[in-house]
């Protein structure tokens, strides 16, 4: 596997993004990647570039002269994606993204990492938005580095919802190695570049506070050569870099500054290092980002002082001694230097046994980020590839047309297509189930060797009317269809192969086509569940989801039924329901007896002092695995489903399903999980708890989702479509 990757960075110049270009490349390279890296800038300085020049799986890619603009840049890639087979193309930032999306070949293979998110979103611009919603438009994979920053992407940008992947920071291993601690006075560290926000002014004088509040002798190693300038203090990195050069002139202060250095200096700076400096402006509490020195301090067992955010106390625990606030001074820094140093003493502890003893804080902030080290980076990242990427050197491509009005049970067949280098993927999108570019169509069928119709509706009846000898017809029949006019105009002699998504309705498809018989498979519904597996947020074991409720039957009133139901036990417990409502469909809502029945279905919540607040409906988004954080069950009330695609994602998330007996659903979901009526809903609900039998029940739905996996079903697909 060969990776292509530009980091819209000058690798001259050491801060936070150069160091991240560098420790990819290392990350890919061990993990058995081969990786061509396209500089930005010419070398001036080994300091960092020299560390890659010895990896034999690394290949630099030089400009000559000047350094590449983001159109430059991309026009370089394309041209190393022409001359080599490269599997995936990894940049990083906005405006290099941007350019790259334009080009097609680039588009269809290109990873792309924007970390200048415009955030929060009130200080967004409708061109920052329309710029990551067109990188994550036509990109093939979007990259976060957090939780929160995938959350955000996806909310920011629908279009990357199903494509977002987690690239934390990468922590060198050799940090997980090394400490030296020596005697001698308190050895503090900052490393990183000169910023206002990273509070680097303050931070000179702490070696001094130190001794005069707490009496600490400490000494403050101060790596990194890069000054920022600041736009609304136009003279802060003059003053920076003048108070630092007359802090180390004076020697009483204490603070030696190293300059720019390269990785392996930083690491051993920081194994001999006792706590690392990660103080932060209020401004950057919300950040999107963990800070990788943070992380490499925690690898050398140094530890790190960090701004108390959640983020921070999701990674180093609630009773961690080594947050500060935003809003500190530089006397209260040293405090929490003193706090941190302090002896261990054995003192009550809540959650053990009195005179239990505090944790050995190097090692815990160790075990800590174990996570982000490179060897779990890279067996993640290769993971991701191997998903996405399939390598057959097939000489030739199959010519595949999809025909579809509506795409959205195809999402992970439609990806693992476009990450095949055996496929060639055309799309004949009709604007309706009726209504299509007949030019179009007539053009496309020319052109393929396989048709593949998703809905065996109008668009089956044209295309097995026009088919040319030699061309392969398959289409998913999704159950509706049976009921439509247009059967008659099917010529089914056309049709190769009919795919349907469950035992029970093959069997109810040849009952109503038995022309069919022999042509008809079963291939599930299917799933990424690796995009579902993200932690659950706030108070989701009491956090009912709904997804659709038009038709009607879909059945909202049981889900309101079971709500009641569980509200006599425990008041805690709510619905949210997420879909569009039914005035959104006019075919639906012009129908007096559908109508009635939804607005019967609304007074009630109205009227019930409990389900006016205990009921919410929110609208539909692409983000279903950003949604489903906060969901602990998963509700199925439907009287007919073919496959409910939103309860096997909801297990794939960890939510609990509660599905209704109806034809069919004990076969897909395990009749364990069926329910005959509200009662023996909450009755299941109200048995699980919310303590370890509702984890457990929560880790079993994501086990047996497992099942869904798109990789699980590829030789069924290959089959179906003659690949």
Same mark, same amino acid.
């Given at each position: 596997?060969?990776?292509?990757?530009?980091?819209?960075?000058?690798?001259?110049?050491?801060?936070?993004?150069?160091?991240?270009?560098?420790?990819?490349?290392?990350?890919?390279?061990?993990?058995?990647?081969?990786?061509?890296?396209?500089?930005?800038?010419?070398?001036?300085?080994?300091?960092?570039?020299?560390?890659?020049?010895?990896?034999?799986?690394?290949?630099?890619?030089?400009?000559?002269?000047?350094?590449?603009?983001?159109?430059?840049?991309?026009?370089?890639?394309?041209?190393?994606?022409?001359?080599?087979?490269?599997?995936?193309?990894?940049?990083?930032?906005?405006?290099?993204?941007?350019?790259?999306?334009?080009?097609?070949?680039?588009?269809?293979?290109?990873?792309?990492?924007?970390?200048?998110?415009?955030?929060?979103?009130?200080?967004?611009?409708?061109?920052?938005?329309?710029?990551?919603?067109?990188?994550?438009?036509?990109?093939?994979?979007?990259?976060?580095?957090?939780?929160?920053?995938?959350?955000?992407?996806?909310?920011?940008?629908?279009?990357?919802?199903?494509?977002?992947?987690?690239?934390?920071?990468?922590?060198?291993?050799?940090?997980?190695?090394?400490?030296?601690?020596?005697?001698?006075?308190?050895?503090?560290?900052?490393?990183?570049?000169?910023?206002?926000?990273?509070?680097?002014?303050?931070?000179?004088?702490?070696?001094?506070?130190?001794?005069?509040?707490?009496?600490?002798?400490?000494?403050?190693?101060?790596?990194?050569?890069?000054?920022?300038?600041?736009?609304?203090?136009?003279?802060?990195?003059?003053?920076?870099?003048?108070?630092?050069?007359?802090?180390?002139?004076?020697?009483?202060?204490?603070?030696?500054?190293?300059?720019?250095?390269?990785?392996?200096?930083?690491?051993?700076?920081?194994?001999?290092?006792?706590?690392?400096?990660?103080?932060?402006?209020?401004?950057?509490?919300?950040?999107?980002?963990?800070?990788?020195?943070?992380?490499?301090?925690?690898?050398?067992?140094?530890?790190?002082?960090?701004?108390?955010?959640?983020?921070?106390?999701?990674?180093?625990?609630?009773?961690?001694?080594?947050?500060?606030?935003?809003?500190?001074?530089?006397?209260?820094?040293?405090?929490?230097?003193?706090?941190?140093?302090?002896?261990?003493?054995?003192?009550?502890?809540?959650?053990?046994?009195?005179?239990?003893?505090?944790?050995?804080?190097?090692?815990?902030?160790?075990?800590?980020?174990?996570?982000?080290?490179?060897?779990?980076?890279?067996?993640?990242?290769?993971?991701?590839?191997?998903?996405?990427?399939?390598?057959?050197?097939?000489?030739?491509?199959?010519?595949?047309?999809?025909?579809?009005?509506?795409?959205?049970?195809?999402?992970?067949? $439609?990806?693992?297509?476009?990450?095949?280098?055996?496929? @060639?993927?055309?799309? %004949? +999108?009709?604007?309706? *189930? &009726?209504? =299509? /570019?007949?030019?179009?169509?007539?053009?496309?069928?020319?052109?393929?060797?396989?048709?593949?119709?998703?809905?065996?509706?109008?668009?089956?009846?044209?295309?097995?009317?026009?088919?040319?000898?030699?061309?392969?017809?398959?289409?998913?029949?999704?159950?509706?269809?049976?009921?439509?006019?247009?059967?008659?105009?099917?010529?089914?002699?056309?049709?190769?192969?009919?795919?349907?998504?469950?035992?029970?309705?093959?069997?109810?498809?040849?009952?109503?086509?038995?022309?069919?018989?022999?042509?008809?498979?079963?291939?599930?519904?299917?799933?990424?569940?690796?995009?579902?597996?993200?932690?659950?947020?706030?108070?989701?074991?009491?956090?009912?989801?709904? $997804?659709?409720?038009?038709?009607?039957?879909?059945?909202? @009133?049981?889900?309101? %039924? +079971?709500?009641?139901? *569980? &509200?006599? =036990? /425990?008041?805690?417990?709510?619905?949210?329901?997420?879909?569009?409502?039914?005035?959104?469909?006019?075919?639906?809502?012009?129908?007096?007896?559908?109508?009635?029945?939804?607005?019967?279905?609304?007074?009630?919540?109205?009227?019930?002092?409990?389900?006016?607040?205990?009921?919410?409906?929110?609208?539909?988004?692409?983000?279903?695995?950003?949604?489903?954080?906060?969901?602990?069950?998963?509700?199925?009330?439907?009287?007919?489903?073919?496959?409910?695609?939103?309860?096997?994602?909801?297990?794939?998330?960890?939510?609990?399903?509660?599905?209704?007996?109806?034809?069919?659903?004990?076969?897909?979901?395990?009749?364990?999980?069926?329910?005959?009526?509200?009662?023996?809903?909450?009755?299941?609900?109200?048995?699980?708890?919310?303590?370890?039998?509702? +984890?457990?029940?929560?880790?079993?739905?994501?086990?047996?989702?497992?099942?869904?996996?798109?990789?699980?079903?590829?030789?069924?697909?290959?089959?179906?479509?003659?690949?």
């Amino acid at each position: 596997m060969r990776i292509l990757l530009y980091g819209d960075v000058n690798l001259n110049i050491i801060d936070g993004s150069s160091v991240w270009l560098v420790s990819l490349a290392h990350t890919l390279a061990r993990a058995g990647i081969s990786v061509e890296v396209q500089l930005k800038a010419p070398i001036e300085k080994m300091t960092l570039v020299g560390s890659l020049t010895g990896e034999k799986a690394i290949t630099l890619h030089e400009p000559a002269g000047e350094q590449l603009s983001a159109q430059k840049a991309a026009a370089r890639l394309a041209e190393i994606v022409e001359s080599t087979p490269i599997d995936a193309v990894i940049v990083r930032g906005r405006q290099a993204c941007l350019a790259a999306v334009e080009n097609p070949h680039l588009a269809e293979k290109l990873w792309a990492y924007i970390t200048d998110l415009p955030h929060p979103l009130t200080k967004a611009t409708s061109v920052d938005i329309e710029q990551v919603r067109s990188v994550a438009l036509k990109a093939r994979r979007m990259f976060a580095q957090t939780e929160a920053a995938r959350g955000y992407l996806e909310a920011l940008a629908p279009e990357a919802a199903g494509k977002t992947l987690l690239l934390p920071p990468m922590v060198s291993d050799e940090f997980f190695t090394t400490s030296v601690r020596e005697p001698g006075p308190l050895r503090l560290i900052y490393s990183g570049k000169f910023a206002r926000a990273w509070r680097t002014l303050e931070l000179l004088s702490l070696p001094t506070v130190l001794k005069q509040r707490h009496g600490i002798d400490a000494t403050l190693d101060v790596l990194g050569s890069k000054f920022q300038h600041d736009r609304e203090h136009p003279g802060w990195a003059k003053q920076m870099e003048e108070e630092l050069k007359r802090a180390v002139a004076d020697s009483s202060s204490n603070v030696i500054w190293h300059g720019g250095v390269s990785r392996e200096e930083a690491m051993r700076f920081a194994a001999r290092a006792d706590i690392g400096i990660g103080w932060r402006t209020i401004d950057l509490d919300d950040s999107l980002e963990i800070s990788t020195k943070a992380l490499e301090y925690a690898a050398s067992g140094t530890l790190p002082i960090v701004n108390d955010t959640a983020d921070h106390r999701s990674l180093f625990g609630d009773n961690y001694p080594g947050y500060v606030t935003s809003n500190a001074t530089v006397e209260d820094l040293a405090d929490t230097v003193a706090a941190l140093c302090g002896p261990q003493q054995p003192k009550p502890s809540e959650n053990g046994p009195a005179g239990a003893v505090e944790p050995d804080w190097p090692k815990a902030v160790r075990d800590a980020v174990s996570y982000f080290s490179m060897a779990t980076a890279g067996e993640r990242l290769r993971g991701y590839l191997e998903r996405s990427v399939t390598i057959t050197g097939a000489a030739n491509k199959t010519k595949l047309l999809i025909v579809t009005h509506d795409p959205k049970f195809l999402g992970e067949v $439609v990806d693992w297509l476009q990450g095949r280098d055996d496929v @060639d993927l055309r799309f %004949d +999108t009709w604007k309706t *189930l &009726h209504d =299509h /570019d007949a030019t179009q169509s007539k053009e496309l069928l020319g052109w393929a060797d396989t048709v593949f119709c998703e809905w065996a509706g109008p668009n089956l009846a044209y295309y097995s009317q026009n088919k040319r000898p030699g061309t392969r017809l398959i289409t998913r029949l999704h159950g509706f269809e049976l009921r439509g006019p247009w059967l008659s105009k099917i010529n089914f002699d056309a049709i190769d192969e009919c795919v349907t998504v469950s035992d029970f309705y093959a069997e109810k498809i040849a009952q109503a086509l038995p022309d069919l018989r022999g042509r008809i498979h079963t291939i599930s519904n299917v799933i990424d569940p690796a995009d579902f597996n993200r932690p659950k947020l706030g108070d989701y074991a009491h956090t009912l989801g709904m $997804v659709g409720i038009v038709g009607y039957g879909k059945r909202l @009133d049981r889900a309101l %039924d +079971t709500l009641e139901e *569980l &509200h006599a =036990h /425990d008041p805690n417990y709510r619905l949210i329901v997420r879909g569009r409502m039914p005035w959104g469909y006019p075919w639906e809502w012009k129908d007096p007896l559908q109508r009635q029945l939804y607005l019967d279905t609304f007074e009630r919540i109205r009227r019930s002092p409990y389900l006016r607040n205990a009921v919410a409906f929110e609208p539909f988004g692409a983000d279903m695995a950003s949604w489903l954080r906060r969901i602990g069950i998963i509700l199925s009330p439907s009287t007919h489903e073919t496959f409910h695609l939103a309860c096997a994602e909801g297990m794939a998330s960890g939510a609990v399903p509660i599905v209704w007996e109806r034809p069919g659903s004990a076969d897909i979901f395990g009749s364990d999980v069926i329910v005959n009526d509200a009662h023996q809903a909450a009755k299941n609900i109200l048995a699980l708890g919310t303590g370890a039998k509702f +984890t457990q029940a929560g880790r079993a739905a994501k086990e047996r989702a497992q099942q869904w996996d798109y990789l699980d079903h590829v030789a069924e697909w290959e089959s179906a479509l003659g690949l």
